[in-house]
């Protein structure tokens, strides 16, 4: 076991390490510029076009609306549910790692990550819908490994093999048993809930929802996702308004330490800017899950005709989660004093809340923490139930939710170092086909775009946002 996890833990550093992160900035940045930063310039049409996606029409046979739309999910919905994966750990545990270990800069590299990841979750979104296939059952599929399929041809479906196995895998540990065990620790150490009653309990209520599959799924996501977000940060505003004469400050040590070192100032060990943009593109990454190739395949199942609409509102996740929830966060410890004496991780998190709100910050984030693990739990599933169907089929479905399910509390009684390490590594992992894809597959996306805003491929009743 110990050279299993050594040997993991070298290939965890070569697959995080700076070569993979160049590269997703890398394509990142190549998708931007190709795009002429439209996803940048359009970021006010991509909220109007998510408004107007949030009802289905009325469906006429399996997976096709009245309207001639063919999906299983409002657009919406889809973003929500894309959404419920990403806002996790990440935007509380990560974001106080990141300035923990790269100091205050690490917050700029990490809004740099999500303007070029808006780009990458556009083209990802867009592949997705153009590639997408429909199933035994009639529902609709994609993702990365249906775009490197039905894109690049029957000699790329390796590739797409070892992106779903890849994702079926990553899935239990990143999406389910590291969640179960953070909340659970959470809850045992806030609330003195047994850890074993917390996973019991994940356990049922997520069972109730992953059974019943993508629009049960989609349903409670586009529920729960609007309000866990508002109310986290409604929360961090109230902290803000109490801490509302650091903020300059938080923001001047934002842009200052991004180019300049930090030296160490009580328990803070200090950090070069290599540091700071290490841990800020890989925090920033591990949030948004841009590039990663797991965000699609909730995009797929949206109903829509049209690719680039789906990529207009897809590129909001990595905006919202990132510029939005993870900043938040940030300010909200950068505004205390808390992130100077060593703290790290969720802790780090809780204790600069619980500086503002003493007796009422760390339950917060512990509740907040409870519920971005449990949607994450199940945008998750889905996306390893649709890997694990790619390879094995639909008959494989429901053998899988079970496992998903069944996995839950075992995570949350468990030692997870191992499982952490395998689950990360995989999740890195994925990358790596699905930035062979986009990068092959980019002047599909940019034609696709390009003729969208031209006029060219307009559908009736979408002229309105051609001109803005």
Known sequence: METLTSLLGAINGVVWGPVMLILLLGVG???????????????????????????????????????????????????????????????????????????????????????????????????????????????????????????????????????????????????????????????????GIPTWLSGVVMMVLAGAVILGGIKRIAKVAGKLVPIMGIAYVVAGLLVLIINAGQIGEAFGLIFYYAFNPMA?????????????????????????????????????????????????????????????????????????????????????????????????????VAVALAIFAFTTILGWSFYGEKCCQFLFGTRSIMIYRVLFVLAIPLGAIAQLGFIWLMADTFNAMMAIPNLIALALLSPVVFKLTKDYFDGKDVLPGEELEHDQ
């Open 29 to 191: 940045i190549y998708l931007q510029l190709g795009l002429k930063l439209m996803p940048i310039r359009k970021l006010g049409m991509g909220f109007k076009l998510m408004w107007a996606g949030r009802e289905l029409k009325p469906s006429v046979g399996k997976g096709v609306a009245k309207g001639g739309d063919e999906g299983e999910i409002s657009p919406f919905d889809a973003l929500m549910t894309a959404l419920s994966a990403t806002i996790g750990t990440g935007n509380i545990a990560g974001v106080a790692t990141a300035i923990a270990l790269g100091g205050p800069g690490a917050v700029f590299w990490m809004w740099i990550t999500a303007l070029v990841g808006m780009a990458t979750k556009f083209a990802e979104a867009v592949l997705a819908v153009r590639y997408r296939e429909t199933d035994s059952t009639g529902f609709h599929v994609g993702g990365p490994m249906f775009y490197i399929k039905n894109g690049l041809g029957k000699k790329w479906l390796w590739l797409g093999g070892v992106f779903a196995f890849f994702g079926a895998v990553a899935a239990f540990g990143i999406g389910n048993t590291v969640q179960s065990n953070s909340v659970a620790d959470a809850m045992d150490a806030t609330f």
């Open 264 to 364: 160490a100032a009580g328990g803070f060990a200090g950090a070069a800017v290599m540091a700071a943009i290490r841990f800020g593109v890989a925090r920033g990454i591990f949030s948004n899950e841009a590039g990663l190739g797991s965000a699609p395949i909730a995009h797929a199942a949206a109903k829509t005709k049209n690719p680039v609409r789906q990529g207009l509102i897809a590129m909001l996740g990595t905006f919202i989660d990132t510029i939005v929830v993870c900043t938040i966060t940030a300010l909200v410890i950068l505004t205390s004093t808390v992130w100077i004496e060593g703290e790290a991780g969720a802790s780090l998190t809780a204790l600069s809340f619980d500086a503002a709100l003493p007796g009422f910050g760390n339950q917060i």
